[in-house]
């Protein structure tokens, strides 16, 4: 897939670590691992292709302090827990109410990534993981203020989906004008009707929230400007549709999978034949800024 941002990637980098040829023998012992996960049915939350992506990114980097964003049952958690056995682990949520898996290492933070002020992490030597369904733009921002260069993004939702303003919808120039897009998850007509409400409320304040934002290029322009690498990592394999029914491709285009459904081994075969949920893709990605 080509995009605006690879111009701007230098020699090495994610792309360089992450070996096409030696990659099915990660998605092999990756397997072993998943196999022991204590939250076997993470609804709601990552599951195959963007467990495999942030556990491979994680252990191929070895950051030594990971910022978590997000924690919900504690999957992503645990998945740091694997990958970075030495690693000081940050995990910041709102509400820790529906947590599942608590790591021993980590420090539970019940604040937002904004609040915090990380005057015990070297920036240099850290990492951001952030699954909390907030405008990713803003939070590249947010990481720049902080002094942090390196981020994952797994909420990377396709312009035509999800309910934040993504890295890929920064790329497409689309926006986020709407504060759900995806039909599926609107609800009965009361329910829209208060998301109608909520909109017109949160335009009337324009610049000063960042939930929806108009369609424009100037964020992809200074995106471009202010970011040494962009990666969007390849799933795994993909089941047929993404989870409002429509195929990968156009809008919803993706990396080409590592495998084809075809020459998937027995064990991922029948796991995408029991719970094809698992290999649902959301172009979970890697940024790293100038």
Same mark, same amino acid.
């Given at each position: ?6 111009? =701007? ?50 252990? $191929? ?19 740091? !827990?694997? =990958? ?27 604040? !937002? ?42 909420d990377n939702f396709p312009s035509h989906g999800g309910d934040c303003y993504s890295i890929r919808?920064?790329? !497409? ?10 039909s599926n998850w609107l609800g009965d007509a009361q329910n829209q009707q208060r998301l109608r409400m909520m909109e017109n409320s949160l335009w009337s304040i324009r610049t ?55 020459? $998937?081994?027995? !064990? ?23």
């Amino acid at each position: 897939m080509s995009n605006p941002i690879e111009t =701007a990637t230098p020699a090495g980098g994610m792309k360089a670590l992450v070996d096409a040829a030696d990659i099915r023998r990660h998605v092999a012992e990756f397997m072993t691992i998943y196999e022991r996960r204590p939250i076997r049915s993470n609804s709601g939350g990552m599951r195959f292709n963007h467990s495999f992506a942030t556990w491979l990114m994680l252990r $191929l980097l070895q950051p030594r302090f990971v910022i978590e964003s997000g924690v919900w049952q504690g999957h992503s958690t645990w998945l740091i !827990d694997q =990958a970075c056995p030495q690693t000081k682990i940050f995990c910041l949520d709102l509400d820790f109410s529906k947590l599942v898996y608590r790591s021993p290492r980590a420090t539970y933070i019940q604040k !937002d990534f904004t609040d915090c002020v990380w005057t015990d992490v070297d920036p240099a030597a850290a990492l951001c993981f952030f699954d909390d369904h907030q405008n990713a733009y803003q939070r590249l921002k947010d990481m720049h203020w902080a002094s942090f260069k390196r981020a994952i993004f797994e909420d990377n939702f396709p312009s035509h989906g999800g309910d934040c303003y993504s890295i890929r919808k920064v790329i !497409d120039g689309t926006g986020h004008e709407r504060v759900q897009l995806s039909s599926n998850w609107l609800g009965d007509a009361q329910n829209q009707q208060r998301l109608r409400m909520m909109e017109n409320s949160l335009w009337s304040i324009r610049t000063q929230q960042h939930w929806l934002v108009r369609a424009n290029t100037s964020d992809r322009e200074l995106f471009a400007k202010n970011c040494r690498e962009y990666f969007e990592f390849p799933p795994v394999a993909l089941h047929r549709t993404d989870d409002r029914g429509e195929p990968y491709e156009g809008v919803n285009r993706t990396e080409k999978p590592i495998y084809s459904i075809d020459e $998937l081994p027995n !064990d991922l075969r029948n796991l995408i034949a029991t719970e094809p949920a698992e290999f649902g893709y959301g172009n979970i990605a890697y940024v790293e800024l100038r």
